[in-house]
């Protein structure tokens, strides 16, 4: 069984875990804080981020984006018409532009503040950079994500699915980016209805419950963020 | 001809160029300051980011992980023991972990604070941010590149090339970032003999040629930027 090493309200974490739900992959989990840099984990992956997959044959895939071409490359073809990398080249252009959009842009301006203010710094000691949330960098990411959402309800007004006609890695990389400021009560569900709906259908995937479910330790989530009617 | 939208010390348009000039695809290049922000180019890239492809039959490739990858599945076949993406899974993981260490990582802690201090303010307007650099911003971006460095010496002092026994992506996603930090008189040459004399093997091949004779407006590179023996 794969071993995958991640945070439950790391979104790239979750990126990975909705994939290999989706492919029905049993996976052990494995819980870090990445922020406290231990050695062993270091040395797995020295950019010291999750996720990290350990594949049966002890190969060790470090970063989001690299697991999920990895997967696709392992796994992919057994998933038939379920394939959530399209075989077309421009869908994948399309697909791997909107993964990079939610794993790097919407991480940088928005997900990465509200994990590290709301999560993080509620675990490390003071010395580390911990202790109560900055409200001015929260209030920042709050006013970043309703761009974000606008543009979701925009593609998702003219596509069935964000890439295309066909769920794909672009849905699973939003969604999860998304859950995590839903999981924190900062997800703007007024902002776009289109959005929302999109939201509803990714959200009601079997594949999805497991990230419903799970719970950071003193943190409440946010009053709908396991409804699928919200 | 396809042509390639990007700016000459944009780094992960560098990346781009050297992967396409590596392939002998001859390309237009078109110079954009994304932090203009024109409308036309926004939309061929939302992200508003060079570099941009986009291909003869008009295909818009947006982003350098997302053209690197498409680079690789439309021209990397007839590249044949060329081909910068290894076939090898172990070494595709490898290649593209090492890719997005310079293309996020190093990005985020090296070398867009060097080219926005140092390159984009001067272009920009007062009220866009322009202006003198700020030198604390630059000091820490060179104290960021240090360690960066080691770990270049310390796997090519275990490999011959950057992820392993032959050129690849990683070596230019690598050079591309260091180079702009060399442009700017930023890299650190003494820091570690092994990665100078790898920087030096990259920038002696003939794919580099075109990036040594790039000159931004205004600013003249380091001293030692063209020279081979430095």
Same mark, same amino acid.
Request: hydrophobic share 40%.
């Given at each position: 069984?794969?071993?995958?090493?991640?945070?439950?309200?790391?979104?790239?974490?979750?990126?990975?875990?909705?994939? @290999?739900?989706?492919?029905?992959? $049993?996976?052990? @989990?494995? $819980?870090?804080?990445?922020? $406290?840099?231990?050695?062993?984990?270091?040395?797995?992956?020295?950019?010291?981020?999750?996720?990290? @997959?350990?594949?049966?044959?002890?190969?060790?895939?470090?970063?989001?984006?690299?697991?999920?071409?990895?997967?696709?490359?392992?796994?992919? !073809?057994?998933? #038939?018409?379920?394939?959530?990398?399209?075989?077309?080249?421009?869908?994948?252009?399309?697909?791997?532009?909107?993964?990079?959009?939610?794993?790097?842009?919407?991480?940088?301006?928005?997900?990465?503040?509200?994990?590290?203010?709301?999560?993080? +710094?509620?675990?490390?000691?003071?010395?580390?950079?911990?202790?109560?949330?900055?409200?001015?960098?929260?209030?920042?990411?709050?006013?970043?994500? +309703?761009?974000?959402?606008?543009?979701?309800?925009?593609?998702?007004?003219?596509?069935?699915?964000?890439?295309?006609?066909?769920?794909?890695?672009?849905?699973?990389? !939003?969604?999860?980016?998304?859950?995590?400021?839903?999981?924190?009560?900062?997800?703007?569900?007024?902002?776009? $209805?289109?959005?929302?709906?999109?939201?509803?259908?990714?959200?009601?995937?079997?594949?999805?419950?497991? @990230?419903? !479910?799970?719970? !950071?330790?003193?943190?409440?989530? #946010?009053?709908?963020?396991?409804?699928?009617?919200?």
């Amino acid at each position: 069984m794969p071993t995958l090493i991640h945070h439950p309200l790391c979104p790239h974490s979750r990126f990975i875990r909705l994939i @290999l739900n989706e492919y029905g992959v $049993e996976t052990r @989990l494995i $819980e870090e804080r990445a922020s $406290e840099r231990r050695p062993e984990f270091l040395r797995l992956n020295p950019a010291g981020r999750t996720p990290v @997959l350990i594949d049966d044959d002890g190969l060790v895939v470090a970063g989001a984006s690299v697991i999920a071409e990895y997967i696709d490359e392992t796994r992919g !073809a057994a998933a #038939g018409s379920g394939r959530l990398m399209p075989l077309d080249l421009a869908e994948r252009v399309e697909t791997r532009r909107l993964v990079e959009w939610f794993n790097v842009k919407f991480f940088d301006e928005v997900s990465n503040w509200l994990v590290n203010e709301k999560v993080y +710094k509620r675990y490390a000691s003071a010395e580390n950079g911990g202790g109560a949330p900055d409200m001015d960098v929260v209030r920042v990411a709050r006013a970043n994500v +309703k761009p974000h959402m606008r543009y979701v309800g925009y593609l998702t007004g003219i596509r069935k699915w964000l890439a295309g006609d066909r769920l794909s890695y672009a849905d699973f990389a !939003a969604a999860a980016h998304i859950s995590c400021a839903d999981y924190l009560g900062d997800a703007p569900w007024d902002e776009d $209805e289109s959005a929302k709906h999109w939201y509803q259908r990714v959200k009601s995937r079997p594949a999805f419950r497991p @990230l419903l !479910a799970d719970r !950071a330790p003193g943190m409440t989530p #946010g009053r709908y963020y396991a409804e699928l009617d919200f």
